[in-house]
């Protein structure tokens, strides 16, 4: 998408090493449409107004492929970039792929999964929930957790301290569901 940028920003007459500087800035596709990488007072109006209509062209570029879910290998999909403004820069193009080194996914076992999980008892006057807290590892950058939280209800009611309780797989399921999604 870097080159697709370079070359909206090229028609819209975006200053070249302000372009420059905003594309090697972009951490993913998105940032390439955001005006907050853009350093907004330091442009002169001609430079914030190439800047916002290159944004304009931008936000409404696509990148499509077709099919996107139930993959194999040797299955083909059609990728499509098209540039969805009144007054586009580029007709749209695609290209064919035939879908390659896709592998079987791991497996992973309830034990690797429950050793994400951590959790504490909240509550007052019998009342209580379980703070459920899921510790996912970034993919991206290694050293870096996050972690989503919730509280899951507890079925039993009047608890004490030193009770025992139970919590549903599936209300630890809907959480993880819920709360950790890929970045």
Do not use: C
Not at 15 to 40: C, R
């Amino acid at each position: 998408m870097k080159r697709v940028a370079e070359k909206e920003g090229k028609s819209a007459k975006v200053d070249a090493d302000l372009l420059k500087a905003y594309i090697d800035k972009a951490e993913t596709a998105s940032d390439l449409a955001s005006e907050t990488n853009f350093e907004q007072g330091n442009l002169t109006n001609e430079q914030a107004l190439r800047a916002q209509e290159y944004l304009d062209h931008m936000y409404k570029t696509t990148l499509d492929i077709n099919p996107s879910t139930n993959l194999s290998n040797g299955k083909k999909v059609q990728v499509v970039l098209k540039d969805n403004s009144e007054k586009p820069y580029f007709k749209p193009a695609s290209k064919d792929f035939k879908v390659s080194g896709l592998k079987t996914p791991k497996k992973i076992s309830m034990k690797s999964v429950l050793n994400t999980l951590s959790y504490k008892p909240v509550g007052i006057s019998g009342q209580g929930n379980v703070v459920i807290t899921v510790k996912v590892a970034n993919e991206k950058r290694t050293n870096v957790t996050r972690a989503a939280s919730a509280a899951v209800p507890v079925r039993e009611s009047k608890l004490s301290n030193g009770d025992e309780i139970s919590v549903a797989e599936e209300d630890v399921f809907n959480l993880i569901k819920k709360e950790v999604s890929p970045i």
